[in-house]
Structures are given as structure tokens and as C-alpha cells.
T-cell receptor, first 116, second 117 residues
Framework: AQSVTQPDIHITVSEGASLELRCNYSYGATPYLFWYVQSPGQGLQLLLKYFSGDTLVQGIKGFEAEFKRSQSSFNLRKPSVHWSDAAEYFCAVGAPGSGNTGKLIFGQGTTLQVKP | NAGVMQNPRHLVRRRGQEARLRCSPMKGHSHVYWYRQLPEEGLKFMVYLQKENIIDESGMPKERFSAEFPKEGPSILRIQQVVRGDSAAYFC???????????????FGPGTRLTVL
């Protein structure tokens, strides 16, 4: 069955420290991969995506993610966290292809808390 | 260019009433998706629609829930005879036609938070 696992429910880091959020997926083929961020009471904003090509992708707000096929992982990283990064982060997968991805399958989310 | 719009943002219903959630996709987008987020959980896919067609409803509960995306007007998610377990945030997303730029991305609205008393 297709699934996405985010092993860390909550993570707390100090402002200025580095961050890595983990994401593992189970899928029949290499899916399209996404990271979204959700601030409290808000919708989801796309941080970055991977479709093919270079396995290190750059996104907005200084985030990057690396696709590792052998580990079925797509971990999100940021070298220096800002207090405004406190939010909930979701990893998602979609069906690959030339058309629309159809439904996205989301992980359960990781809540990031940033200490001053 | 306005983003995906959802209304109402908050909806309170008593058990047994009907809830209607509306979603206006981004301009030029012809695909709409509905997701449900229960407290402390990730988003779960419900239904995927194109204009006047349901493409994938594999995530829709078998009873009480329905969705439409008419030729004119917003997409509607309808929940009949609501129960307390329907309390959740309902998100709509849209994407442009297949084969166009960003067709593989989904753009999310701010959500409708449904509370069933």
C-alpha cells in the first residue's frame, strides 16, 4: 500500500540551529514528492517538489530536500532555522506522469517548535 | 491572481444538519481536490474532480458525503446529517489542466473548519 511516514511528530530546535525533517515513503515506483508547510489555522504552502533529475532540490525560505531512492526518503533540511519557521510540515507523494498527480498521500506531519 | 478560495472559513452545525463547503479554484484551474484533516492528523484525500466529472472518489465516505464541480460556479462538498466525527478542517486544492505548467502541483485554499455540536 502507498504510504508516507514522518517519524518525528514534534521537533524542537534552537533558532539558528540546523534542521532535518525525515520523510519515508512506500510506493510502487518513484513518485512525485512534495513538502508543504502549514501555519496554525492556515492552508498549506508548497516549499519544494521533486519530479526527476537532480536529487537535491531547492525550495522557498531557504529549505532544501534530498531524494534518496535507495532509502525511499525525501528529507527536508535547513541550515539555520528562524523563529518564523515554527509550523507544521507535511511530506506528500503523488502519482508520477505527464498529467496531474491525482490524489496526494500525506504523512502525519511534524510540528516544529523553535526556541529563542 | 487570487488563490484558491474557500468559504465559509468556519462552520458550526448541530448533529443532523447539512454542511455545504464551497471551493473556488484558482483562475484557469480545472482540477479540484478535497482533503480532510482531523485533529492531530495529516490530510486525507477525499475526492478529485474536473468540471462536471468525478475522477477519483476513493477517499469519500460511502454515505452522507457528496461532491460536485459544476460547469459554472464553485466546487461544493456536501455533508448530510452531520455527526460529531465529521468535525475537521476541510481543504480544497486546485491545479491547472494536464500538460500545462504546474499541472503536477496542487495549490491549497485556507480550509473550512467544521464544528459539529
Amino acid at each position: 500500500a502507498q504510504s508516507v511516514t514522518q517519524p518525528d511528530i514534534h521537533i524542537t530546535v534552537s533558532e539558528g540551529a540546523s534542521l532535518e525533517l525525515r520523510c519515508n515513503y512506500s510506493y510502487g515506483a518513484t513518485p512525485y514528492l512534495f513538502w508543504y508547510v502549514q501555519s496554525p489555522g492556515q492552508g498549506l504552502q508548497l516549499l519544494l517538489k521533486y519530479f526527476s533529475g537532480d536529487t537535491l532540490v531547492q525550495g522557498i525560505k531557504g529549505f532544501e530536500a534530498e531524494f534518496k531512492r535507495s532509502q525511499s526518503s525525501f528529507n527536508l533540511r535547513k541550515p539555520s532555522v528562524h523563529w518564523s519557521d515554527a509550523a507544521e510540515y507535511f511530506c506528500a507523494v503523488g502519482a508520477p506522469g505527464s498529467g496531474n498527480t491525482g490524489k496526494l498521500i500525506f504523512g502525519q506531519g511534524t510540528t516544529l517548535q523553535v526556541k529563542p | 491572481n487570487a488563490g484558491v478560495m474557500q468559504n465559509p472559513r468556519h462552520l458550526v452545525r448541530r448533529r443532523g444538519q447539512e454542511a455545504r463547503l464551497r471551493c473556488s479554484p484558482m483562475k484557469g484551474h480545472s482540477h479540484v481536490y478535497w482533503y480532510r484533516q482531523l485533529p492531530e492528523e495529516g490530510l486525507k484525500f477525499m475526492v478529485y474532480l474536473q468540471k462536471e466529472n468525478i475522477i477519483d472518489e476513493s477517499g469519500m465516505p460511502k454515505e452522507r458525503f457528496s461532491a460536485e464541480f459544476p460547469k459554472e460556479g464553485p466546487s461544493i462538498l456536501r455533508i448530510q446529517q452531520v455527526v460529531r466525527g465529521d468535525s475537521a478542517a476541510y481543504f480544497c486544492a486546485s491545479s491547472p489542466p494536464s500538460g500545462t505548467r504546474q499541472s503536477n502541483e496542487q495549490f491549497f485554499g485556507p480550509g473550512t473548519r467544521l464544528t459539529v455540536l
